[in-house]
């Protein structure tokens, strides 16, 4: 065996984990030895912890931030005796008002309800709020003192400290904010400590703005310090499209366009913008869903197996797919916009902002070539749902005549009900001999009765104190997604494409439906899945 650090995977205390081992070097035999001296670790992943978050006053915040971090601390990923929470923002309120705006929204799941309001009570108590602007010394100076001041409560050598700062702001402010971090709030010196920065999306309008706002924060952060968060990567079932893929023997030679006729990448919501119109206006729902979250899980879907389970292994070959993409054909584009959308007072009069969008992705490679990749997204819609259909060629010299029931499917329904299943032909039981469509059906609710399924900011926030970054978006990534978009915006915003209208509560525009069938899918009759209940 070659001297070498391995990278394991294992199991333990029933989760997996990425674990570094020591190095192996042979000995005279040729036998693996495993040397007792190791390097020192690069960087802290325990010690006096600080979590700020920034625009802790915001809507993500208190909805998920704040929730996420409760997670994690009643789980005990954060320990009391190392971990303090800033909230800061430019709103005058108290640590009482904070604490009490957050409160809420820390609800028990389903298997910790013992002990909730208890636990609430002493995560609150772990919670301090700091006001200051986002562009002046002033409180940023303030937070530093506040953060200083716990890591001597902590006794923590001066720079061995973890300071984590959650960007839960509009992009506009990311700049001068980083600026501020950068000059005051630094972890101070190299002693195993680190500094870490979270950025929410939308990063940039398009591919000049994203480039501009990374060439920004990369003259203040290192990119291994900028954690680029999609929550849709933090999802169970995207999470599981790599160990799907690749730990399964049956699907390695499948998965291609031999097999495969068409991917749909889908997300809908049952509601609006519901009094937000005039934040979603600056961006639509191909900014707000499709570049960023439809897109990654087409990577997942799509990539060709990494060397290692390394994230750099692995966001190098998401890279490749991103670079594979062909331009959009404006043919293959369907813009919506619901009826009503326009009502809001904040959308601007005629705006042509779609909240709706179907188009298709052409993957320019030897395993993709001529398979329509379908990215489709839409408010107000008729249920809400994210899912990936995969559906299969027709069989070849069918003598069941079987093909008008419908094709082979693999469904992974990413939420609600978490699920995968796969629609398939089977005899109808019975004592005739015909065929009918059918299912397996690996649903997680009742497979797994007594996991609750992690939020994914849980998941992505604990990333980043562990300092993994495979779940978040690496700067090139971000270059790349925005390159196979930038164009098609720009034509939308010149309102070039123009959106066409459909109700609220529908399937969207048919023009959506008329533009698969066209790539060649064909919907199945007579037969949907209906999520198992217990
Ligand atoms: N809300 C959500 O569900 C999701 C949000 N995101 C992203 O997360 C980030 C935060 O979102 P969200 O919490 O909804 O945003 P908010 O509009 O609620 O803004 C968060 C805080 O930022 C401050 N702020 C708002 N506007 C400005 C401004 N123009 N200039 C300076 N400060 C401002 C406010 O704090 P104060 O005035 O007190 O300083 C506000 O409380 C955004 O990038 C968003 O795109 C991503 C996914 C989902
Ligand atoms: O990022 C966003 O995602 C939410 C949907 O997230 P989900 O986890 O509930 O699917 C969407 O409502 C919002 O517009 C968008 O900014």
């Known amino acids: 065996m070659k001297s ?31 040397k007792d001296t190791q390097p020192p670790p690069p960087v802290s992943e325990d010690g006096c912890l600080s979590i700020v978050v920034l625009g802790a006053s915001g809507d993500l915040a208190k909805k998920k931030t704040f929730p996420a971090l409760f997670n994690l601390y009643r789980q005990g990923f954060l320990q009391s005796h190392e971990v303090y929470i800033f909230g800061y923002a430019r709103t005058k309120i108290s640590d009482d008002d904070l604490r009490d705006r957050i409160r809420g929204y820390l609800t028990p799941n389903k298997n910790t309800a013992e002990g909730h309001t208890e636990d609430v009570s002493k995560f609150l108590q772990l919670i301090k709020y700091v006001c200051g602007s986002y562009d002046a010394a002033e409180g940023f100076q303030c937070l530093d003192k506040e953060i200083s001041e716990h890591e001597i409560s902590r006794n923590s050598i001066e720079g061995s400290s973890r300071r984590l700062f959650y960007l839960a702001l509009p992009p506009s402010v990311y700049p001068p904010v980083c600026k501020m971090i950068k000059t005051y709030c630094m972890n101070k010196s190299d002693l195993g400590g680190w500094t870490r920065i979270v950025v929410e999306k939308p990063f940039g309008r398009d591919l000049e703005s994203a480039e501009h706002l990374s060439n920004q924060i990369g003259e203040l952060f290192e990119e291994p310090q900028i954690y680029r968060i999609d929550h849709y990567l933090g999802k169970e079932l995207v999470q599981n499209l790599l160990v799907l893929r690749f730990a399964n023997r049956f699907f390695l030679p499948s998965w291609n366009r031999d097999n495969i006729s ?37 990577c997942l879907v799509a990539m060709e197996k990494p060397i290692s389970l390394k994230p750099e292994h692995i966001r190098d070959e998401k890279v490749k797919v991103l670079q594979s993409v062909a331009p959009l054909n404006d043919e293959e584009v369907v813009l919506g916009q619901y009826d009503g959308y326009l009502d809001d007072p904040t959308v601007p009069a005629g705006s042509n902002t779609p909240t709706f969008a179907t188009m298709v992705l052409r993957i320019h490679n030897e395993r993709w070539e001529g398979v329509p990749f379908v990215l489709k997204a839409g408010k107000a819609l008729e249920s809400r749902k994210a899912e990936i259909r995969i559906q299969f060629k027709e069989v ?20 609600p009900s978490e699920a995968m299943y796969m629609k398939l032909t089977v005899k109808k039981p019975g004592l005739e001999m015909s065929t009918a469509q059918s299912e397996l059906d690996l649903s997680y609710g009742q497979r797994y009765q007594d996991v609750t399924i992690p939020e994914a900011y849980e998941r992505l926030i604990l990333d980043t104190i562990r300092g993994d970054q495979q779940h978040f978006v690496r700067r090139d990534e971000l270059k790349a997604a925005w390159e196979i978009f930038t164009p098609l915006l720009h034509r939308i915003d010149k309102s070039e494409l123009k959106s066409v209208s459909y109700k609220p509560g529908s399937r969207g525009p048919e023009e959506a439906d008329e533009l698969l069938k066209k790539v060649g899918y064909v919907q199945t009759h007579g037969y949907t899945w209906i999520p198992p209940t217990l």
């Open 262 to 298: 068409s991917v749909q990448i889908v997300f809908r919501e049952d509601f609006g913008t519901e009094g937000r119109g005039g934040y979603f206006d600056q961006y639509g729902i191909i900014r707000d869903i499709i570049q960023n979250h439809l897109l990654q899980v087409l």
């Open 396 to 415: 070849p010299g069918d003598i069941f005549k079987c093909q008008k029931q419908g094709r082979n499917e693999f469904v992974i329904r990413l939420q």
């Open 4 to 34: 070498a650090v391995c990278d394991i995977v294992h199991k333990m205390s029933d989760k997996w984990c990425l674990e570094e081992r020591a190095p192996v070097v042979e000995d005279s035999a040729g036998d693996p030895i495993v």
